[in-house]
């Protein structure tokens, strides 16, 4: 069937494939001076070494499930306090990039057109973006209070469903501590998530995770995400729509302090493979930057 020809409904199956991917981040010291080994204190040491193990085997390995427990905790909290921040956006696409800057309005977020290919508006595009960012204002304030409750309704639901995805992460996987290393001046540990295995995904946006694998780089000192991802390594079927999720989608979410306790997302891509009606081919992808956050306070939605 032509794409030109999709009817509503064939729509709706594309929009539900998109959606999904974008819901869907030693001992030290000196060696010894072997000048002063000898025989009447190095056959204790060595016994005593037998006995219990070496220094490294005293210390217990961490505890994964811990690991992720504590990430989760952490996770919540960078949730909770995410509208409470503005910040600058960049999204890079086909033709270049696109930079806006992002703030709450009257209970839900706004995006002002910054920049484009790094370069400032001209006169006339400034001021087209003052107009739209003018208009946005009146006409928010001016909303009944249905169509104010509907309005930031509808932006809580988008927040809850990229929450309710990250937090199936957790429990969609089975985590394995591959290494501890050092990233962007950060200890962490890395962890590899393979599907566990009688996992029932309690909804569209996590149908698609038994069919993925991915790894977690988690900051050792706050439980923080710094780096997530997950890859599709086998083709999933989305209930209830004729799409179909395939090998090669893939997302990754990076993060950072923006404050103490604080950290948001500072890179987002994902690149999206699904099929219509399973045999037309649906390809989507993003790529955006976070930066240059800053606190607004709490948001009043009544």
């Known amino acids: 069937m032509p794409i030109a020809r999709l009817t509503a409904q064939n729509q709706s199956d594309i929009k539900t494939a998109d959606e999904f991917v974008r ?18 204190w190095l056959a204790p040491v060595l016994l005593l070494y037998l006995m219990v193990g070496s220094p490294v085997a005293l210390c217990a390995a961490p505890d994964v499930q811990e690991i992720i427990r504590r990430s989760v905790i952490a996770n ?24 806006y800057e992002v703030t709450m309005i009257e209970g839900s977020p706004y995006q002002r057109l910054s920049a484009v290919n790094g370069k400032k508006l001209s006169a006339q ?3 087209e973006e003052e107009r739209k ?23 809580e639901s988008d927040r809850k469903q990229d929450h309710l995805l990250m937090g199936q992460l ?31 995904p309690p909804n569209m946006e996590s149908q698609a995770l038994p069919g993925m694998q991915g790894q977690l780089w988690i ?11 997950a890859r599709v390594i086998s083709p999933v ?7 179909q999720v395939e090998p090669g989608t893939y997302f990754e979410l990076e993060k950072m302090p923006v404050a103490e306790g604080i950290w948001l997302p500072k890179h987002f891509a994902m690149k999206s493979r699904s099929k219509i009606f399973f045999v037309i081919g649906h390809n989507t992808q993003a790529d955006e930057t976070y930066f240059d956050y800053s606190k607004i306070g709490p948001v009043k939605n009544q």
Do not use: C
């Open 133 to 155: 960012l003018q208009h946005t204002l009146t006409a928010r304030q001016s909303e009944s209070k249905g169509q104010r409750d509907e309005r930031i309704a509808k932006y």
């Open 219 to 229: 900051d050792k000192k706050t439980f923080q995400w710094i780096k997530v991802t």
């Open 237 to 243: 079927s989305i209930e209830g729509f004729l799409a």
């Open 170 to 200: 957790t429990v969609a996987f089975d985590f394995k501590l591959v290494s501890e290393m050092r990233m962007d001046k950060h200890e962490v540990y890395r962890l590899r998530a393979s599907p566990r295995k009688g996992y029932r």
């Open 23 to 40: 819901h869907i981040r030693h001992i030290g010291g000196r060696a010894p001076d072997h000048r002063y080994l000898n025989d009447s």
């Open 125 to 127: 595009s400034y001021n």
């Open 76 to 99: 919540e909290i960078d949730w909770k306090a995410a509208p409470e921040y503005s910040f600058t956006e960049r999204d890079r696409g086909s033709k270049g990039t696109k930079t």
